[in-house]
């Protein structure tokens, strides 16, 4: 049976902010305190979803969390109705406040790691969700992401769904950010690899110094475990400690793979060679490996301009295309390394550029925004058809956005106890456009 390889991008919420929340990414932190523009930064995502689904892919949507998170809030000891809460919050602890008002879940890469059917020992989809323990504002994300995905992938036939991993250091799972799949074809049985940053129970090993190891080898392991797949067709790798240190935080933004080819930089991985000795092994000897020099590109330079946080995605007619963000083109060395890439013909064929300058200014790319599901036909008919791109969904979510989105938030719009009705009010409606369910806090 055909298989296809299915992109999910993040909606982006409401509340969408720079408040620089995540330490080790250097977008984030760079652009603390800036004014963002939700409705921009919403329809930005939404025109690239559009484009590749043009494109012939399948192309689904996730919803965002419902922000600001008062559930949490509550947790923390503030009372009263929600305006108090809000309130409280950004008099005593106006972080915390920004914290649970991020709009992070729009980076679904972080979302989970999705095992097809051809890999799994129960020929199901599985799909386990980050706990994201190294970033309180992302920590608290994970209940809700597996409501929206089991609400996406409902049937039980064809889908099966974990918690998250223990939600402690020695298991920090930053989902598929750090997880790429190797194949001959979709439908067939893949190799799946897993990067980490550091081991949590063992210090014999290296770690960087700087900027935390946010996923451990022991997460790939478990994840490895739970989604019953074979050790002969898994391998896990340690990503390169110095350029985390350096604002590689994610696997993703100095490698992606698709199919049969790796496009990394060459300082993406301790022991390279080994990684790729022992990936091209398990592939079967037909791994195109596209490696950057640091010569043509720096590890500043990857960082900045996001060139490996792409997506690298089969065409209908066969072509690899690279989408890219506007940022690469911007970068004088970067864009020259891209044309000699595609002028070898290595195995990129074409590049596909987007404005994403609300995402990129937060530290999310092109691959950040996207979790990847490969679906055989049935079951591809098994998802929830209400969250597939197409020109009706297209024009309600945009219209859907101009009726509930902000043009402008600061820090400062953060304490308004209004934000919290429009937000939910925006939500309540796209889970009856998508329709979800009742998958947020406020409406169970």
């Known amino acids: 049976m055909k298989a296809r390889e299915a992109n999910f ?13 995540s330490f080790g990414n250097v977008a984030s932190e760079k652009n603390q305190a800036n004014q963002s523009n939700p409705k921009q930064a919403a329809k930005q995502g939404l025109a690239k979803m559009k484009a590749l689904a043009d ?10 969390q419902e ?20 309130e409280q919050a950004a008099k005593q602890a106006p972080k915390v406040l920004a914290a649970c008002c991020s709009a992070s879940s729009m980076w679904t890469a972080n979302a989970a790691t999705v095992s097809p059917s051809a890999d799994t020992a129960d020929g199901k989809v599985h799909f386990t969700p980050a706990n994201l323990t190294n970033k309180f504002h ?7 992401t597996g409501r929206i995905l089991q609400a996406t992938f409902a049937d039980k036939k064809h889908f099966a ?3 998250a991993l223990p939600a402690v250091e020695h298991f920090g799972d930053e989902g598929a950010a750090n997880h790429t799949r190797f194949c001959r074809q979709y439908d067939e049985q893949g190799v799946e690899f897993f990067v980490y940053g550091r081991h949590a129970f063992d210090s014999r090993y290296s770690a960087p110094k700087k900027y935390p190891a946010r996923h451990t080898f022991e997460a790939c392991e478990a994840v490895a475990r739970l989604h019953q797949l074979n050790g002969d067709k898994v391998v896990i790798a340690q990503q390169n400690p110095d350029v985390i240190d350096q604002g590689v935080f994610h696997n993703d933004v100095i490698a992606v793979g698709n199919k049969n080819v790796l496009f990394c930089h060459e300082q993406a991985f301790l022991n390279q060679q080994d990684v790729y000795n022992e990936l091209t092994a398990k592939v079967g000897g037909n791994l195109k490996i596209i490696e950057v020099p640091t010569s043509a590109v720096t590890i500043e330079d990857a960082v900045t301009s996001y060139l490996f946080n792409s997506q690298l995605l089969e065409m209908p007619n ?4 690279l989408v890219l963000p506007e940022e690469c083109r911007n970068n004088e060395r970067v864009w020259a390394h891209v044309q000699t890439i595609i ?3 290595q195995g990129i064929d074409k590049v596909q550029i987007f404005d994403l300058k609300q995402s990129m200014a937060n530290g999310g790319g092109p691959a950040c925004l996207r979790l990847r599901v490969v679906l055989n036909e049935q079951e591809l008919q098994a998802v929830n058809q209400s969250t597939l791109m197409n020109d009706i969904l297209f024009n309600r979510l945009n219209s859907w956005v101009d009726s509930h989105y902000r043009d402008t938030i600061t820090d400062a719009d953060l304490a308004d106890p209004q934000l919290v009705v429009e937000s939910r ?6 889970t009856q456009i998508l329709d979800l369910g009742s998958v947020y806090a406020f409406q169970r």
């Open 161 to 163: 769904h974990h918690p």
């Open 343 to 345: 002028n070898a013909k």
């Open 55 to 64: 494109m012939g892919l399948v192309q689904g949507i996730l919803a965002p």
């Open 318 to 321: 066969g072509e690899t295309v």
């Open 67 to 86: 922000r600001p998170d008062v559930h949490t809030l509550r947790r923390l000891g503030f009372m009263g109705s929600d305006a108090n809460v809000i």
């Open 9 to 21: 991008d993040g909606l982006v919420g409401p509340t969408h902010n720079y408040s620089g929340l």
């Open 425 to 430: 009010a925006a939500l309540d409606e796209l």
């Open 138 to 144: 992302r920590s608290i994300e994970h209940e809700t």
